[in-house]
Nanobody, 118 residues
């Protein structure tokens, strides 16, 4: 059974930094697509934004609004994916969800709240 557990969400002032973690069990993240979505306030879960992901080949991709500020990485030894978020802005406030695509199935974490105050 695949499980993803996020941590690291917090309340932070604008300009600050946070690092989100997503620890996986039941599967190996290496070689699979892993990444982060976020659900901003007022939007439904189905309208979540793709923030960043690591492709099966290891390439990284980011939505334009976070390029240069966020960095996604994976620690294969810990089977964990990270999202380092710097220069946070109030519009980054959201519930952040980790996901993994293993074969043709998608798996999701429970979400972690990030709140950025102005």
């Amino acid at each position: 059974q695949v499980q993803l557990v996020e941590s690291g969400g917090d309340l932070v002032q604008a300009g600050g930094s946070l690092r989100l973690s997503c620890a996986a069990s039941g599967t190996t993240l290496s070689g699979n697509i892993v990444g982060w979505y976020r659900q901003v306030p007022g939007k439904q879960r189905e309208q979540s934004e793709l923030v960043a992901y690591i492709s099966r080949g290891g390439g990284t991709n980011y939505r334009d609004s976070v390029k240069g500020r966020f960095t996604i990485s994976r620690d294969n030894a810990r089977n964990t994916v990270y999202l380092q978020m710097n220069s946070l802005k109030p519009e980054d406030t959201a519930v952040y969800y980790c996901y993994a695509t293993v074969g043709v199935k998608n798996y999701w974490g429970q979400g972690t709240q990030v709140t950025v105050s102005s």
